[in-house]
T-cell receptor, first 112, second 113 residues
């Protein structure tokens, strides 16, 4: 069955450093979503990518989906303590389906 | 708009007890979902609904039941709680299928002892 592999599982960086989180699938992804989760809260959508080669940015966060649509990356530039949390990638299991699968998450800590 | 609300936020159950996790959305979304999140694991789909009166099983439905009598509400029922059901439960909703953002509730942290 299709699974999403996320790496790294956890990350500790110094404030101001750049970092990248990866999400890899064995099959083509349809609709790739990046969520951020803070402890005790639900998931907040950061980016939604649909097309191969697509790249989106918001503030200091950039998400990319490769041409084959099997790998996505989330890049944070000049990290801040407010970026700390758990980052999850999610994708539609099949094209146009309402069933989603999620990666195991990356726990990010930013040291001030 | 409150979005997706869940109650309770925390609960401790004894083995064999029953409880209902409540989920309500005020966005008039057709689709609603229940997920569980175990430590170090991603979200696993328990049940989902594509509209009032329609529900279907996800990946891990055993030990749970759901109902969808209205568009707004999608309660999750645990009949005989087991330690394996200790988890964080998230309810989510979306407009429909395909490239749809899912809106998540804050979660219910359940411990079964």
């Amino acid at each position: 069955s299709q699974e999403l592999e996320q790496s790294p599982q956890s990350l500790i960086v110094q404030e101001g450093k750049n970092l990248t989180i990866n999400c890899t699938s064995s099959k083509t992804l349809y609709g790739l979503y990046w969520y951020k989760q803070k402890y005790g809260e639900g998931l907040i959508l950061l980016m939604m990518l649909q097309k191969g080669g697509e790249e989106k940015s918001h503030e200091k966060i950039t998400a990319k989906l490769d041409e084959k649509k099997q790998q996505s990356s989330l890049h944070i530039t000049a990290s801040q303590p407010s970026h700390a949390g758990i980052y999850l990638c999610g994708a539609e299991k099949y094209r146009g389906t309402y069933k989603y699968i999620f990666g195991t998450g990356t726990r990010l800590k930013v040291l001030a | 708009n409150a979005g997706v609300t869940q109650t309770p936020k925390f609960r401790i159950l004894k083995i064999g007890q029953s409880m209902t996790l409540q989920c309500t959305q005020d966005m008039n979304h057709n689709y609603m979902y229940w997920y569980r999140q175990d430590p170090g694991m991603g979200l696993k789909l328990i049940y989902y609904s594509v509209g009032a009166g329609i529900t279907d099983k996800g990946e891990v439905p055993n030990g749970y039941n759901v109902s969808r009598s209205t568009t707004e509400d999608f309660p999750l029922r645990l009949e005989l709680a087991a330690p394996s059901q200790t988890s964080v439960y998230f309810c989510a909703s979306s407009w429909g299928e395909g490239y749809n953002e899912q809106f998540f509730g804050p979660g219910t942290r359940l411990t079964v002892l």
